[in-house]
């Protein structure tokens, strides 16, 4: 099994050194880069990382990371974000290319509202991802902080109370560890978090409201 996944990361990452020049083709592809990551558990034997490389430098590549084509963004971001998974605790890139990496992955949170749509369901995967391993507080080594700003931003825009329980308690892990392994709370992003509970918001919905609780929580323990 463990050669089968090396053998296709190799071929997956060889053809992405020149990507397919059809739509079709390049998602058919990132398709099964996907399917083959998510077989991958965390810390990959050596072999399998030097089988990992070519697929590694290629995805990251600007024409990937910047595509415009939505479907096509989602799925790198599908993609990055499996890598940083199962290369953790260690940075798999540079600080600039983590940058994009992070930026393309907050990029994809927006979609959230639409739970019907066909994407949904792998932006949950992502947001469930993100959560799960904490790899977000690499933003905060990065000094990401318009993005964070923007990330948290989406979350309280986003939030619907008819989102699986799993999507709220995903978006709250993320903003409350990011909260917790700040050294201070920026005055910007507390303004955000409290304009969630505004006595006039009437549009904001009780999720979002749980989330800038729980947020509020998480500051006020810090102090």
Known sequence: ?????????????????????????????????????????????ASMLE?????????????????QDRDVKLLVATC?????????????YD???????????VGTFS?????????????????ETLAKYRSCVVMLDL??????????STFLAVARDDHPESVLSSMEKIMVV???ESEDVREDLLSIILSALGRNKNDINMAARRLAYECCTAVCSKT
């Open 178 to 180: 990011l909260l917790e």
């Open 80 to 92: 990055v974000c499996e890598i940083t998974r199962i290369t953790a605790p260690e940075a798999p």
């Open 51 to 67: 089988s990992m490389k070519p697929f590694l430098n290629a995805i990251v590549k600007p024409e990937f990371l910047k595509h």
């Open 143 to 152: 000094e990401c902080d318009d993005l964070v700003n923007e990330m948290f």
């Open 1 to 45: 099994m463990a050669q089968k996944l090396q053998q296709q990361l190799k071929e997956v990452g060889s053809k992405l050194e020149t990507p397919p020049s059809t739509k079709d083709a390049l998602i058919k592809l990132l398709k099964q880069a996907v399917a083959c990551l998510s077989e991958l558990d965390q810390s990959p034997s």
């Open 111 to 127: 979609g959230l509202s639409d739970t019907s749509g066909s994407s949904f369901g792998r932006r949950v995967v992502i947001l």
């Open 95 to 105: 600080d600039d290319v983590l940058k994009d990496i992070f930026q393309l992955i």
